[in-house]
């Protein structure tokens, strides 16, 4: 699948906006994960940021910063829980759903793309794995990528003046067109996902 180029300026944000901060200890470390992030260092980000949801998991920064870290390293399903962890804290900030979408997208390209397990010594080149993608591997890819065109559009509804808004826009044609695809090779028995995503969709913006 088209890998997601965007901008991958998807930063780090400081410990700055949230109120009442009283633990020094939980903006040290998610200060010194910045630090690493802006030196390669994502493991160590990673690390320090997890320390930060130990101290205090209330703190909105951390779980967004910690989503964006495990993004960089293809941990996507860890990525999601963290940002829809921060969204909950913090519903009004874009960039959340913005990292969450490639959080979606990252799954299912994972799984499109057949990316191996480690206990799986399989030789299958990619394209293979993309041709014989099972019926339920195929539904829960439509899923992933339903996902990531709703968070991309949560995006723009909450930054209309987004820089980037023509290729998110382009972004999420290109996907609805992989949904489209990935409906119509399904096997006849399965039932055609697409009125539910757009109901799903329809239920979202009521």
């Known amino acids: 699948m088209?890998?997601?180029?965007?901008?991958?300026?998807i930063l780090f944000v400081s410990v700055i906006s949230t109120a009442c901060i009283n633990n020094l200890a939980v903006q040290e470390l998610n200060n010194k994960a910045k630090e690493y992030m802006a030196?390669?260092?994502?493991?160590?980000?990673?690390?320090?940021?997890?320390s930060s949801i130990d101290l205090d998991t209330s703190?909105?920064?951390?779980?967004?910063?910690l989503g964006v870290a495990l993004i960089e390293?293809?941990?996507y399903e860890e990525a999601q829980t963290s940002l829809e962890n921060a969204i909950k804290l913090k519903p009004d900030f874009a960039d959340s759903y913005y990292s969450l979408a490639m959080a979606f997208e990252g799954q299912a390209d994972k799984l499109i793309?057949?990316?191996?397990?480690d206990d799986d010594n399989s030789q299958e080149t990619a394209d293979d794995k993309a041709k014989v993608l099972s019926d339920s591997e195929k539904i829960k890819v439509v899923e992933l990528l339903n996902s990531a065109v709703d968070n991309y559009n949560?995006?723009?509804v909450k930054k209309p003046d987004a820089q980037d808004k023509d290729k998110i826009t382009e972004q999420i044609n290109y996907l609805n067109g992989?949904?489209?695809?990935?409906?119509?090779?399904?096997?006849?028995?399965?039932?055609?996902?697409?009125?539910?995503?757009q109901s799903k969709s329809q239920e979202s913006e009521e």
């Not at 088209?2 to 300026?9: G, M, S």
């Not at 030196?39 to 997890?50: D, F, Q, V, W």
């Open 73 to 75: 390293v293809k941990e």
């Open 154 to 156: 949560k995006y723009l």
């Open 39 to 50: 030196n390669g260092e994502t493991e160590k980000a990673i690390c320090r940021l997890r």
């Open 59 to 65: 703190i909105f920064e951390t779980h967004y910063n």
């Open 113 to 117: 793309s057949g990316e191996p397990k």
């Open 2 to 9: 088209k890998k997601v180029v965007l901008l991958i300026t």
């Open 178 to 197: 992989e949904i489209q695809k990935y409906n119509e090779s399904k096997s006849s028995s399965v039932d055609d996902l697409t009125n539910v995503s």
